[in-house]
């Protein structure tokens, strides 16, 4: 097991990566840009070291500097959490070079998976339905061949990355012609790839992702899935698990299919399978993420399963104990996230309590709140036994977390689980549009 980590991350998750670390009796080492010198988690770190200027280009994201901070603390690993390098081969084979372990999959498998038009090929050969796509496009005119034999609309996406960044959708060629440019700068200016591709968009229909763990020993399980189909510019808002619009028998064949799928991949550590489900009900796969997802504690109040200690683990090469039979896949947990909506000093903060409640979040009296990083403040979740209990919870939680300092989106976020169609489970990826 490694004895000490850097965490090349902030906010919430650097947050959430130390307090698994010592719980499992392993140093940290936070890294910080000056402009979070006074962050939670540098407080909270064995040691804290400072990276570099407030943008991320100069601390976050700058490679040379994370490996020298985890060189001078000889700290003998590095979580990469998720966002910033935590999809970057070429960091991932720094670390490698440099003698630290990587906490996620190797330089090699991210350079193979990271690729959305290349893993959907891979993903088809494992048995699953992929959604009609094309390889990294070349031109605007092979674009609008590939929207012409696919039909009207087809989304431009970035081969690269994620979190909803070089997504274009175009409902005509008009539209095409004119989204072509933009996806290739919105691609290359968020992940320093232009590349993008094609695929034909599927509507209505669900955003289900599947969590899956995996080791190096030919064990896969598949942890549920989620429902994240509420979001605003592909950029989820709500999460829950179980997804009501998933029976228990989809459920099965959707985890089966999962698991024969991450073993035919051959991958190793956390990730997470994305599906779109049409009003068919079938799961037409859309791309993997080779990291920790933002919602990944949706499934942790769930299962029980603590998926950062596996992910240390797992990197570390011990082998996965349990199998999804005898992991606790009842209940309903729902996740909301709170995102900032302005930068500002926190004035006061009130956080919920009680049984089967928490909140992820990197917030003190006196926080910060900087304008260069992403917005995200907080992940209220809840756990109880039924779904409408659930909603009940949240809508009780949401009303008492109070954020003084800063405008966020909790009253948003309450309007959200008391629209009737989210109480009813009836939404979709077009549950935003218009609000």
């Not at 084979?93 to 350079?111: L, Q, T, V, W």
């Amino acid at each position: 097991m490694f004895s000490k980590i850097l965490i090349a991350n902030r906010g919430e998750i650097a947050v959430r990566i130390i307090r698994a670390c010592k719980e499992m009796g392993i140093k940290t080492v936070a890294v910080f840009s000056k402009a979070d010198r006074d962050m939670l988690h540098t407080a909270l770190a064995d040691e804290a070291i400072c990276i570099g200027e407030a943008s991320a280009a100069d601390s976050y994201l700058n490679a040379e500097r994370i490996i020298s901070a985890a060189l001078a603390t000889n700290a003998s690993a590095i979580h990469p959490g998720y966002g910033f390098l935590s999809e970057n081969a070429g960091f991932a084979s720094m670390c490698r070079s440099n003698g630290i372990a990587f906490i996620g999959p190797s330089a090699e498998e991210m350079e193979r998976l990271s690729d959305k038009s290349r893993i959907k090929r891979i993903a088809a050969e494992a048995g699953l339905d992929t959604i009609p796509g094309t390889d990294t496009l070349s031109s605007v005119e092979e674009a609008l061949k590939a929207a012409s034999d696919f039909g009207y609309p087809v989304m431009l996406k970035a081969r690269s990355g994620g979190g909803g960044r070089g997504i274009r959708p175009a409902f005509s060629p008009e539209e095409l012609k004119e989204a072509y440019p933009l996806a290739v700068a919105e691609s290359q200016a968020a992940f320093g790839d232009g590349g993008i591709y094609l695929e034909k968009c599927i509507t209505p229909a669900r955003h289900i992702e599947v969590q899956i763990l995996a080791d190096e020993h030919g064990n896969a399980v598949a942890l549920g899935e989620r429902d994240c189909s509420v979001q605003r510019h592909h950029q989820k808002l709500v999460e829950e698990s179980p997804s009501p619009a998933v029976t228990p028998e989809m459920r099965e064949e959707l985890l089966d299919k999962a698991e024969k799928a991450i073993k035919h991949i051959g991958y190793t550590g956390a990730g997470t399978l994305e599906f779109l489900m049409d009003s068919d009900g079938r799961f037409w796969f859309m791309e993997m993420n080779v990291r920790l997802q933002v919602e990944h504690g949706v499934t942790e109040i769930l299962t029980g399963v603590d998926l950062v200690k596996w992910q240390i683990r797992t990197a570390a090469g011990v082998p996965i104990p349990f199998t999804r039979k005898s992991i606790r896949l009842k209940g309903s947990a729902i996740e909301c996230r709170i995102n900032a909506l302005t930068p500002g000093e926190i004035k006061a903060i009130h956080i919920p309590g009680g049984p089967f409640v928490r909140f992820d979040t990197y917030l003190e009296p006196g926080t910060v709140v900087p304008p260069y990083y992403d917005s995200l403040v907080g992940k209220l979740m809840v756990f109880t036994g039924t779904r409408d209990e659930a909603i009940r919870k949240m809508k009780a939680y949401l009303c008492e977390l109070v954020i003084e300092g800063i405008r966020t989106n909790i009253e948003e976020e309450l309007d959200i689980v008391s629209d009737p169609r989210f109480e009813s489970g009836r939404y979709d990826t077009g549950f935003m549009e218009g609000r």
